[in-house]
């Protein structure tokens, strides 16, 4: 945001200079399936006070899978649109941590609720993401939690 000599600051122009960060964190342990399910307890509503607003979600998950035979995907989702390019995928047996990073630009202000969405590609393997250590962070500014 640019200002000019002499001109009057708003206070929305002044908030949206602060940097946010929402947390929320992973409620219980999923098992993901080949159906595309909200991760529960990564879910976060937002308010947006100007337009264009560049938002960081990022996903830091700890994912197990009991086998390399399944692929597990994990996206993010603003608003119930279609996914965010690039997912976070996992194959590799045992328990790792995974994470992940979207930018995204929120064109109008207004309310958007971003989640994290997850399925799996396959059907030999039980893939599971666990609260322990599980959550989503959204950081940016000219919005609120």
Not at 38 to 64: H, M, P, Y
């Amino acid at each position: 945001m640019t200002f000019t000599a002499g001109q009057k600051v708003t206070a929305a122009q002044l908030n949206a200079l602060e940097t946010k960060y929402g947390l929320v964190t992973k409620s219980t342990n999923q098992t993901l399936t080949t159906t595309i399910t909200d991760l529960a307890g990564c879910s976060l509503t937002i308010t947006t006070f100007v337009a264009n607003v560049v938002v960081k979600i990022t996903a830091d998950l700890d994912l197990e899978a009991s086998g390399s035979g399944d692929i597990g995907i994990v996206s993010a989702q603003v608003n119930s649109n279609p996914l965010l390019a690039g997912d976070l995928n996992f194959q590799r047996a045992g328990r790792d941590p995974g994470l992940r990073s979207w930018l995204d630009t929120l064109a109008t202000p207004g309310s958007y609720t971003i989640k994290l969405r997850g399925y799996k590609i396959g059907a030999a393997n039980m893939l599971t993401v666990y609260a322990t250590h599980s959550r989503m962070i959204v950081e940016g500014a000219g919005f609120t939690i």
